[in-house]
């Protein structure tokens, strides 16, 4: 009898993948403990790329060459870890970037147009026809986009349709772009009615969106973020929201997740959705598909379909 090879899934929210994963490997759950005898084995690691890498377990794994992250990111991946041990890292690029634009645009409209307070108006029976919410109109709206990537650049093409103005920032030109770079972040925020985070985070823009950022905005702008929470300074944000320096916000990403629900309880102005941007059916079979792709290529000894950049197995 073939032994199957074995397999551990460190991220707990990665549990509904197993049964994907168990007619080819022996899946192991890092929340549920490794057996002694496993570890030994386990050549693979699946994770979720804002998770931190466990190193003190993977470092007892003698045979692991592979870590596999489900998602298009991975900052919270120790990458130089990984290549010091000369570890292949893979991830699932360009598979929800249009699904996260998707939902950018609906945080937009949902709080641009007061959707969510509509609901609730409605639902309460507070409904006055001389009391109708008056919103700002899309028309003419002044898009900014910090980070013109995959996910950038579909949401600037969503709001150009619909005839809002859209500039752009970001470390690195693009001459290729269709729409103006701004001089620096803090220009942008300052020529903005909506300022959409969507660059990619790792460890060196902790706190991009600083309280210099988010001032400049004004207490009429809308921030929404749908990147990654550690790219804004949450707790800035929220005492500009409070203090009505800050004109709204729309957030699916935050700084600890999942976040506590009394950390927003008395925050005027936000509209907030689960880390749901890329969480769409097609987008979830995408980066499964790509993970077992790549999960099969490096077991055959195959170089790996989407390598993180730089970490294609060769060590420091």
């Not at 490997?25 to 057996?35: A, K």
């Not at 939902?103 to 001389?130: K, N, Q, T, Y």
Request: proline share 6%; charged share 20%; hydrophobic share 50%.
């Amino acid at each position: 009898m073939t032994t199957l090879p074995a397999l551990l899934i460190a991220s707990r929210a990665l549990a509904p993948i197993a049964p994907f994963l168990d007619s080819s490997y022996r899946v192991f759950r890092q929340w549920e403990g490794l057996p002694a005898d496993a570890a030994g084995e386990v050549a693979a690691v699946v994770v979720a790329g804002e998770d931190c890498l466990d190193t003190v377990v993977l470092d007892q794994l003698p045979r692991l060459r592979h870590v596999a992250c489900f998602t298009s990111g991975y900052d919270g991946l120790d990458l130089a870890w990984c290549r010091s041990r000369g570890l292949i890292v893979t991830h699932a690029p360009a598979v929800n970037h249009e699904d996260v634009a998707d939902h950018a645009l609906a945080l937009i409209l949902a709080a641009r147009r007061r959707v969510v307070d509509g609901d609730r108006i409605v639902r309460a029976g507070d409904w006055v026809i001389e009391q109708r919410l008056i919103t700002p109109s899309m028309r003419g709206c002044r898009v900014g986009i910090v980070g013109l990537g995959a996910i950038g650049e579909a949401l600037a093409r969503r709001v150009a349709v619909m005839g809002c103005e859209v500039r752009w920032w970001g470390p690195r030109d693009k001459p290729d772009a269709a729409w103006p770079k701004a001089g620096s972040l803090v220009d942008l925020a300052k020529a903005s009615d909506v300022l959409v985070v969507a660059c990619r985070a790792d460890e060196t823009n902790t706190g991009l969106i600083s309280a210099e950022v988010i001032e400049a905005l004004g207490s009429t702008g809308l921030l929404v973020n749908v990147a990654r929470g550690s790219l804004v300074d949450e707790d800035a944000l929220i005492a500009a929201l409070k203090a009505g320096r800050l004109g709204e916000a729309a957030l699916d990403v935050f700084d600890t997740e999942p976040t506590p629900a009394a950390r927003w309880a008395d925050v005027p102005n936000v509209v907030l959705t689960p880390h749901t941007a890329g969480a769409t059916m097609a987008a979830v079979q995408g980066m499964l598909g790509l993970l077992i792709r790549n999960l099969q290529a490096v077991a055959a000894g195959e170089p790996p379909l989407t390598p993180v950049p730089g970490c294609e197995g060769t060590p420091d």
